[in-house]
């Protein structure tokens, strides 16, 4: 199963990443957090790819972490070392230069939740569940609570952190944590239209304003418009925006030229 807990399916431009431990809710053990870290990773360096998405066999997305797994070794070095391995896997997700999509069916709890609020765009069926409720068997949520806080308000994250408590799809939509709800027979085709939309852009300004959205969110705003100007004009560079912008401008000048 271990070979298998990752499923890669390349359907055109979109890869598909698929968690596939269903009887274990998917939990996001050290072995899956190292298969999904590679995948990720060699789907953000294959040129083929235009966009990842990540979805899960079974009724739950993720569970979180494998809680066995943590109460069987008190090494604290091998524990920091799992954690600090999981940040890099969320870290992964945001540098990626192709955009994540988090495709979510059941329940993303604790982790899981990290993962779809490190994912660049979510959609989720009306019957998903979110959660950072490991507070209610005594651990605080810290981990997730990094990519959470940067995704939601500051107030529901909290209260979600401290009460455990569970929101549901459409909260999630309200709060920004995901960005829209379907009904379960329509997620997918929800999920097709939004990875072939952004599969049809240009690789190259898709990267670029990936980073850019990114990184301006943790500056000033006055770091964030001078790196934004110094992307523009280098986006100006590349050679599908100077074909696009002189299509559009071609077009503009048609009409001017049939009414002479």
Do not use: W
Not at 78 to 93: D, H, K, N, P, T
Not at 179 to 187: E, F, P
Not at 191 to 210: C, D, H, Q, T
Not at 239 to 252: M, P, V, W
Request: glycine share 8%; aromatic share 4%; with cysteine.
């Amino acid at each position: 199963m271990e070979d298998r807990l990752v499923i890669r399916r390349d359907d055109g431009p979109v890869t598909r990443l698929s968690l596939n431990d269903p009887d274990r809710a998917n939990v996001l053990s050290s072995a899956m957090i190292e298969k999904l870290l590679r995948g990720v990773t060699e789907a953000g360096r294959d040129e083929t790819v235009r966009v990842i998405v990540l979805d899960a066999a079974g009724r739950v997305f993720c569970a979180g972490h494998d809680l066995g797994e943590l109460r069987s070794d008190d090494d604290q070095g091998r524990l920091l070392a799992l954690f600090r391995r999981c940040g890099e896997l969320m870290l992964a997700i945001e540098a990626s230069p192709k955009p994540v999509i988090a495709k979510v069916a059941g329940a993303a709890v604790a982790a899981g939740c990290q993962i779809v609020a490190s994912c660049d765009l979510a959609y989720a069926d009306r019957g998903a569940r979110f959660a950072v409720s490991g507070i209610n068997l005594g651990l605080f949520c810290s981990t997730p609570s990094v990519a959470l806080t940067r995704k939601v308000g500051r107030a529901l994250a909290a209260e979600m952190l401290l009460t455990g408590r569970f929101i549901g799809a459409e909260e999630a939509a309200a709060s920004g944590l995901i960005n829209r709800v379907a009904d379960a027979g329509d997620l997918e085709a929800l999920v097709e239209e939004s990875a072939a939309a952004i599969a049809s852009k240009p690789p190259e300004a898709i990267a670029l304003g990936k980073a850019l959205f990114r990184s301006q969110l943790e500056m000033s705003k006055a770091a964030a418009y001078e790196l934004a100007a110094r992307r523009m004009v280098e986006n100006l560079g590349f050679q599908s925006a100077r074909s696009g912008i002189d299509a559009f401008l071609s077009k503009q000048r048609e009409p001017a030229r049939a009414a002479r």
